[in-house]
C-alpha cells in the first residue's frame, strides 16, 4: 500500500477481487475538485498513487489538489514527476502520452 496521509486510499471489491483506489475527494479542503478539469484529475489521481513521501511528497499533491488555471506557474513540477497515461484516441481525442521521469 502507498503512503496515504490524506487517507485517499479505499479498498473496493470487484468481481475480480479486492482493488485499491485513491479517493479526490479526500482532498477536498485544498481546492475546488469540482470545477477542476478532468485532465487534471487525472493526474492528481495519479501523483496520489505514486505518493510515496519522497518523490512524491505531500506538498506535490497538495500543490496539485489546490490547481487553480488563473496560477498554473505555482505547481511545482515534482506534481507531475512519475506521472505517465496514455489516452486513447476517439473522435474527440488525440492521441497524448504524459512525461514520465521515472
Known amino acids: 500500500m502507498a503512503h496515504d496521509p490524506f487517507g ?9 477481487g479486492e482493488r485499491e483506489i485513491f479517493r479526490l475527494d479526500a482532498l477536498s479542503s485544498f481546492g475546488d475538485l469540482d470545477a477542476m478539469p478532468y485532465s487534471i484529475k487525472v493526474l492528481l489521481e495519479s501523483v496520489l498513487r505514486n505518493h510515496d513521501g519522497r518523490t512524491v511528497r505531500d506538498e506535490d499533491v497538495q500543490a496539485l489538489a489546490g490547481y487553480d488555471a488563473s496560477k498554473v506557474e505555482d505547481v511545482p513540477p515534482a506534481s507531475c514527476s512519475r506521472t505517465s497515461r496514455v489516452c486513447p484516441p476517439s473522435s ?8 514520465s521521469s521515472a
Open 92 to 99: 474527440t481525442w488525440r492521441r497524448c502520452v504524459l512525461p
Open 8 to 16: 485517499a486510499s479505499e479498498t473496493i471489491s470487484t468481481p475480480l
